[in-house]
């Protein structure tokens, strides 16, 4: 009778920041030591990780994930043993192995969502959704997807916090599993109390002296790219995918559009105009180069496509004005002589200069404070949120990402040049394009726009 092999009992940890397999530990008396390992010919203790069974079954080795639990993973090693004990024996005969062709098997499953998702939504959606289908494939002690319950959902959001991982990742990896398995049939498997809770930040934006202070130290071609961002609220994305064509002088739009050959399309898959302040029309004006195509990026690379370092080159700028909140490091100095300035103590990457805050500018006011003064203004008692010329309110998608209220019927605007749009494009008559606000209220959003 041929020799059978033994099922080892590994774990998957993290050592020197590379993850790799441990031999797990037993005592004296064959029961497992939780969280012990094998590291070098010594004892370690490591809480994180997974652990697995390894056997050799025909010249060929094999690794099936059984959890985190250690006493389950021991007691699944001695039934596979046992398993493959009886099939060297003849007492199970594997010829005659039923197969189930309807059943979906989980590492099917995660496959073929994690190519659908790489091929139908954004490449940073596929980032997204990356970390956690193959980690969740490689903890999932079940084979089939029917098989998966709450309890193996449970297991991996209790291996998350071990990894490192907070409330809101644990979070969005718990919706991406649901949503995996509601395809398969498997909806429901957690209730509103296995949810893990997180803190909802208040959403961060740049103060008026942090962008004076941004602006001074910004060359001329700088100012005019963050500006730009300020002005009109785009995206990242968005920013580097604008043409000149997309620019309209006439009417003080710009449109975002879908570029293929840029590999570029807007969110939601939907093409919009968004209305800038005619000072952003006059800024891009002067910028634009005479040779410039209808076609080339407003703000181009060395090489004539859209600049992809806008993020680089805001935290560069942020170094060299200074504006760092004590927590800049310099890791190293490449050969050109230039400084690795996306460095953090505090992480991996600056946690203060982003392109998104730009869009929080002009926000909505807090709750509290609309309803402590719900209808008139903190300087002469004027309307605050007024309907402009009997047309109702409207939330325009894009600009800001907030709900702008245009307040040039308000006592606490001073409008000194209105600017008429077109009711069928805009949905508005009239829009103040320069002047100030003497409440000097930041709901004002033009007033902040020309705000020098």
């Known amino acids: 009778m041929p020799r059978v092999g033994r099922v080892k009992l590994l774990k998957k940890i993290k050592h020197n920041d590379n993850w790799i397999f441990a031999a797990a530990l037993f ?61 060297r024996s003849g007492v199970i005969d594997t010829t005659k192995e039923i197969e189930h062709p309807s059943r979906v098997t989980v590492k099917n499953a995660l496959g073929k969502y994690e190519d659908y998702i790489r091929y139908h939504r954004s490449l940073r959606t ?36 071990k990894a490192g991982q907070n409330g809101k990742t644990i979070y969005n990896k718990l919706v991406v599993l649901c949503q995996l398995l509601k395809q398969h049939g498997r909806s429901k498997l957690l209730t509103a109390s296995d949810w ?18 941004l602006f001074k130290a910004c060359a001329p071609h700088e100012e005019m790219r963050f500006k730009f961002y300020l002005m009109s609220g ?3 994305a968005e920013g580097r995918a604008v043409t000149w064509r997309d ?8 449109r975002v559009t879908a570029k293929p050959h840029w590999g570029f399309h807007p969110k939601n898959w939907e093409e919009r105009e ?15 180069p005479a040779a410039a195509s209808p076609d080339d990026p407003v703000f181009p690379s060395t090489t004539g496509r859209p600049d992809g370092a806008m993020l680089e080159k805001l935290k560069a700028v942020a170094w060299r004005g200074e504006l760092k909140c004590a927590h ?16 953090c103590a505090a992480g991996p990457y600056c946690t203060r200069w982003f392109l ?19 209808h008139t203004s903190a300087v002469d008692g004027a309307p605050r949120y007024r309907k402009h010329d009997g047309l109702p309110e409207r939330r325009h998608s894009g600009l800001f990402g907030s709900r702008l209220r245009w307040a040039s019927n308000s006592r606490s605007c001073a409008i000194s040049k209105p600017l008429s749009f077109n009711i069928q494009r805009y949905g508005m008559v009239t829009a103040p394009q320069a002047g100030t606000c003497t409440g000097r209220d930041k709901m004002c959003a033009w007033s902040l726009l020309h705000r020098e």
């Open 27 to 87: 005592d004296s008396k064959g029961r497992v030591r939780r969280d012990h390992v094998t590291v070098g010919g010594g004892d370690q203790l490591h809480p994180e990780g997974v652990h697995f069974l390894q056997w050799w079954n025909a010249g060929v080795r094999t690794h099936e994930a059984v959890g985190p639990d250690a006493f389950v993973a021991s007691e699944r090693a001695r039934k596979k043993q046992a398993e493959l004990s009886a099939v």
């Open 126 to 161: 596929f980032r997204n959704y990356r970390p956690t289908l193959r980690p969740f494939g490689e903890f999932c002690p079940h084979t089939y997807v029917d098989q998966v319950d709450r309890a193996a959902l449970m297991d991996f959001a209790t291996l998350c916090p």
């Open 196 to 213: 893990p809770s997180f803190v909802e930040t208040v959403r961060p934006i740049y103060e008026d002296a942090e962008l004076a202070a």
């Open 234 to 236: 785009f995206r990242d």
């Open 247 to 254: 620019v309209d002088f006439r009417h003080t739009g710009v």
């Open 274 to 288: 968004v209305p800038v302040p005619g000072k952003l029309i006059a800024m891009l004006q002067k910028f634009k």
């Open 328 to 343: 800049c490091t310099v890791k190293h100095t490449p050969a050109h002589g230039t400084i690795k300035t996306n460095r």
């Open 356 to 374: 998104h805050k730009f869009r929080h500018y002009l926000r909505d006011p807090p709750p509290a404070r609309r309803d402590r003064h719900p």
